[in-house]
């Protein structure tokens, strides 16, 4: 007599040895064999009941992949906002000094530094980020690698 379980391996309760899916072992072509002369195995008994001990790691498991998610995508953000910060900076310098040199009036000034500024698009800062800043990129290929596995749930 045979019981079904919980994996893919069979209880033989004759002698409570469990047997593995495996087509070359003896005791997996018994049990074929048995399956085919009309033999029908025990159901697999119900699961146990996770403890209350068990309960709360499952669900501090599972708080602690959302927190750890929200903090990549968080900071991953940051370093986008932080990019147009300093380089809306960067932008604004290099145009003044264009506008000092060519004595352009405030009218003309304002023009180019928002000119320069509308560069700094979010795919150029994260361009960028990607080249310059090890820690960024590491971050974002982690962040990819992990939403190409969870595409496959």
Same mark, same amino acid.
Do not use: C, N
């Given at each position: 007599m045979y019981q079904l379980t919980h994996t893919t391996q069979v209880l033989h309760l004759q002698d409570a040895m469990y047997i593995p899916q495996d087509e070359l072992a003896t005791d997996w072509q018994a049990y074929q064999?048995?399956?085919?002369?009309?033999?029908?195995?025990?159901?697999?008994?119900?699961?146990?009941?996770?403890?209350?001990?068990?309960?709360?790691?499952?669900?501090?498991q599972a708080s602690a992949d959302k927190q750890a998610r929200m903090t990549r995508v968080s900071l991953l953000a940051l370093a986008i906002d932080k990019g147009r910060?300093?380089?809306?900076?960067?932008m604004t310098a290099l145009a003044n000094g264009l506008a000092d040199?060519?004595?352009?009036?405030?009218?003309?000034?304002? %023009? #180019?530094?928002?000119? !320069?500024?509308?560069?700094?698009?979010? /795919?150029?800062?994260?361009?960028? *980020?990607? %080249? #310059?800043?090890?820690? !960024?990129?590491?971050?974002?290929?982690? /962040?990819?690698?992990?939403?190409? *596995?969870?595409? #496959?749930?």
């Open positions: 064999a048995w399956l085919s002369a009309g033999g029908v195995p025990l159901p697999a008994d119900p699961p146990k009941p996770l403890s209350p001990l068990e309960q709360i790691r499952q669900l501090e910060v300093i380089g809306t900076i960067q040199q060519q004595g352009l009036d405030a009218s003309a000034r304002a %023009a #180019l530094v928002a000119q !320069y500024v509308s560069q700094l698009t979010d /795919e150029f800062i994260h361009a960028k *980020l990607m %080249a #310059l800043d090890s820690g !960024y990129k590491a971050m974002h290929e982690l /962040e990819q690698q992990i939403e190409a *596995l969870r595409s #496959l749930l």
